[in-house]
Every structure is written in C-alpha cells, then in structure tokens.
C-alpha cells in the first residue's frame, strides 16, 4: 500500500514535471463548457476549480456562456473585492471568450451580469512565476488542502488528453525508474 502511495506520487511528480515541459493548454473555465454562472454553492465556486488547477505563463483560459445572458469582466482586486463592474480593464462578450494569460502574477474575473458577482460569479486565476514554473515540481495539492478527492493537475478541462498521455510517461518512466 505504502510503496503504492509512493509510486502513485512520483508519477504524479512526473506527470507535472511532464505537463511543464510542454506547451500552452486551454482551460474551459470551471472543467466543462457552461460553468460561467453563478454557483450553486461554496464548494461549486469556480475559485474551488481555480485552486484545483495550475495556470502557467501562455495557457489561455476560455468562457462559455450564453452572450445574450452573461459577459465576462477582468478588473482590478478591488473591483472584484466590491464587483464594481462599472470600470472594467476589459470586457468579454461574446459567449466564447478566451483571454490568454500573457504574464504571471493574479488576474481577477467577475460576471458583468446584474448582480451575479455579488452572488459568487467571480473568479481569481493566480499564475505561476517563471520562477517557480522552471522548477517545474511544487509539490501537488495534497487531498487535504482542497478537502475533496485527490485532484490531479492532469485532471482539468482542456489538458485531458495531454494529462493522459503525461500520465503514461508518468508511469512508463516510474517502471523504469523503479
Ligand atoms: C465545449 O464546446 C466546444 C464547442 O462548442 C467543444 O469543442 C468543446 O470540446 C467543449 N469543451 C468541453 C470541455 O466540453
Ligand atoms: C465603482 O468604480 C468607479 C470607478 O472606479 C467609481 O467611480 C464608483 O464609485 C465605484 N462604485 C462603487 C459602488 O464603489
């Protein structure tokens, strides 16, 4: 069991340092298309599936929405503190918004629905330094920290197939390794 734990984590150690050495991903805001709303609880938030997820300098987050219905805003950390949505640093419209995250640092996202950010329609996306993505292996979120389910970073919207096939390096050189 013990030495199960073990392999299990240096393949996810594997997995991440993998996931660094490759491209740009594209995540679905939320893991799955639609999830631009207002949650229908704490544990359903998008900052929930935000800490859950690693954000890398050229991956590109996309919302999906209905363009009639909703908008996307990035705004200052106070704006999104208040979700003064009266002066936003951009606005996003068109039901199929996809914002690449260009430097690394917070990026702060709220509805521009009436009243929706009040109600939970907001999300901070923290992205990795140079720094610390070179590194490539800050440790993986323990089950604990997020108080759900083991989450793998592999396990995300967009970056399923790449996670998967990472996911048999992973273990491919673990057998090796091991
Ligand atoms: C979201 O919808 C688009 C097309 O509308 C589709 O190509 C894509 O695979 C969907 N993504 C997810 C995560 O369901
Ligand atoms: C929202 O922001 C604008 C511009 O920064 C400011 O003039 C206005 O007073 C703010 N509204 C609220 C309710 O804080």
Redesign the pocket.
Same mark, same amino acid.
Do not use: E, G, I, L
């Given at each position: 069991m013990a030495s199960h734990k073990a392999a299990l984590l240096s393949s996810v150690l594997l997995v991440s340092l993998f996931v660094t050495f490759t491209e740009a991903r594209e995540f679905v805001v939320g893991g799955k298309n639609n999830s631009w709303k207002i949650p229908s609880s704490e544990s359903d938030s998008l900052n929930k599936w935000a800490e859950a997820s690693r954000f890398r300098v050229g991956d590109t987050l996309v919302w999906t929405y209905d363009p009639k219905k909703d908008s996307v805003l990035q705004v200052t950390k106070?704006?999104y503190e208040?979700c003064?949505? $009266? $002066?936003p640093l951009a606005t996003y419209k068109d039901g199929n918004t996809k914002v690449k995250l260009d430097k690394s640092g917070p990026y702060y996202f709220i509805s521009g629905a009436d009243g929706h950010c009040k109600q939970g329609q907001k999300l901070i996306i923290v992205v990795m330094s140079k720094r610390s993505q070179s590194m490539g292996i800050s440790p993986a979120p323990s089950p604990v920290e997020f108080g759900g389910p083991a989450v793998a970073p592999t396990s995300t919207g967009g970056v399923t197939l790449r996670g998967g096939l990472g996911l048999i390096f992973g273990v491919l050189t673990g057998m090796i390794l091991f």
């Open positions: 106070k704006d208040t003064n949505t $009266s $002066s």
